[in-house]
């Protein structure tokens, strides 16, 4: 069981740096689900460490994908409060503001292409201003958590 839980928890903890969902969300999610199919697990077709990884993954993939059709609410939630856009711009790290400014710039030129293409354009912009691949990394998972931020509902635009 011990094991198991260590396995949700990196499992959960990849899906938040890559989804910027709250690591809790995501662990909520995957210990009801591992209640579910840990009945289902049967020794002879699978190691027990594989059968949940495959599993759990693929739920969490499934999850993630939902939790994003899900609609926003207007709920009222203690200590909660939406950021105008322009003062969430302000308070963005330096170096996150300036990829936005690039992409926000010449938008036809990112919205035109698959992710991977306008990730390689911007790198290759990146690389031109001398950026170091350690901090053109760093950035761009700091700005995906800023984007997932937006999409979460947190900010007003």
């Known amino acids: 069981m011990n094991e198991d839980i260590n396995l ?3 499992l959960c903890w990849s899906f938040h740096h890559t989804t910027g969902i709250h690591f809790e969300d995501l662990l909520d999610a995957a ?3 591992y209640y579910e199919v840990i009945e289902e697990y049967d020794p002879k077709r699978a190691k027990r460490s594989t059968y949940l990884f495959m599993v759990m993954k693929s739920f969490l993939i499934w999850w993630t994908q939902r939790r994003r059709e ?3 609410t207007d709920i ?3 200590g909660y409060t939406k950021t105008p856009f322009y003062e969430y711009f302000t308070q963005i790290d330096k170096d996150v503001r300036e990829v936005f400014d690039i992409v926000l710039s010449s938008p036809e030129e ?3 292409v698959t992710p991977r293409t306008a990730r390689s354009k ?3 912009i990146l690389r031109e201003k001398e950026w170091t ?3 053109i990394e760093n950035v761009l998972k700091k700005a995906r958590m800023y984007v997932n931020q937006v999409d979460e509902g ?3 635009l």
């Open 133 to 135: 691949w350690k901090r």
């Open 8 to 10: 949700l928890r990196s």
């Open 70 to 72: 899900w609609p926003v």
């Open 31 to 33: 210990l009801d689900k």
């Open 110 to 112: 990112f919205n035109s």
């Open 76 to 78: 009222d939630i203690v």
């Open 154 to 156: 947190g900010i007003i």
């Open 122 to 124: 911007l790198t290759f």
